[in-house]
């Protein structure tokens, strides 16, 4: 059973307009969540990250807002550049002890020149 | 520092043979993970240590699946015997293990394809 879901599995943008990508998470228990990009053949790198005691965190072109009541969160990318053209994962963890990361199944984005 | 290290990067095998992928962390960290890429599912979390001890291998498939940390520089996964539907992108990461720290360091990935 998926506890965090993205369920656009692709997303296309012009260059210079807002990229909203979206994700959903089941367990309540979830207290950080990160968004991580991955270009082809290579490892996922990670871009920004909320704590569940927050509901917005920008960092340069990048926001990532949280809705804890609905449990969704979403990444803006504003404005879009056709670099940022890649896979992109939402992942939660409890915090705590563990610090396991539970991962989405990714959004692929393309931004159109 | 040169990141998470994983070898091969491809492995081609035969259905039945035996595959060890190898990681090496980032040099300080404390934590290592090993993870499996595939459309339907994901991101999907195998097994994890903390300190050379797994903690948690809840999402490794199958007895065939198997995972050692002899030390802190140096993971296996296993495979014994391969299948088809192993076919898939294995990423090791890494990170130094603080409260309030969760981010995670990715390897390149290793490619697997078991005919």
């Known amino acids: 059973d998926q506890q965090v879901k993205q369920n656009s599995p692709s997303l296309s943008v012009q260059e210079g307009r807002i990229s909203i990508l979206n994700c959903d998470y089941t367990?309540?228990?979830?207290?950080?969540f990160l968004w991580y990009k991955k270009y082809p053949a290579e490892g996922p790198t990670f871009l920004i990250s909320?704590?569940?005691?927050?509901d917005k965190n920008e960092d340069g072109r990048f926001t990532v807002f949280l809705n804890k009541s609905a449990k969704h969160l979403s990444l803006h990318i504003v404005p879009s550049q056709p670099g940022d053209s890649a896979v992109y994962f939402c992942?939660?963890?409890?915090?705590?002890?563990?610090?396991?990361?539970?991962f989405g199944t990714g959004t692929l984005l393309a931004v159109q020149p | 520092d040169a990141g998470v290290i994983q070898s091969p990067r491809h492995e081609v095998t035969e259905m039945g043979q035996e595959v060890t992928l190898r990681c090496k962390p980032i040099?300080?960290?404390?934590?290592l993970f090993w993870y499996r890429q595939t459309m339907m599912r994901g991101l999907e979390l195998l097994i994890y240590?903390?300190?050379?001890?797994?903690?948690?291998d809840s999402g490794m498939p199958e007895d065939r699946f198997s995972a050692k940390m002899p030390n802190a520089s140096f993971s296996t996964l296993k495979i014994q015997p391969s299948e088809p539907r192993d076919s898939a992108v294995y990423f090791c990461?890494?990170?130094?293990?603080?409260?309030?720290?969760?981010?995670?360091?990715f390897g390149p990935g290793t490619r697997l394809t078991v005919t």
């Open positions: 990461a890494s990170s130094l293990k603080l409260a309030g720290d969760y981010e995670q360091y």
């Open positions: 367990n309540s228990m979830f207290d950080y």
């Open positions: 909320i704590s569940s005691i927050k």
């Open positions: 992942a939660a963890s409890w915090g705590g002890a563990t610090n396991k990361l539970i």
């Open positions: 040099s300080g960290h404390n934590s």
């Open positions: 240590f903390n300190n050379n001890v797994p903690i948690d």
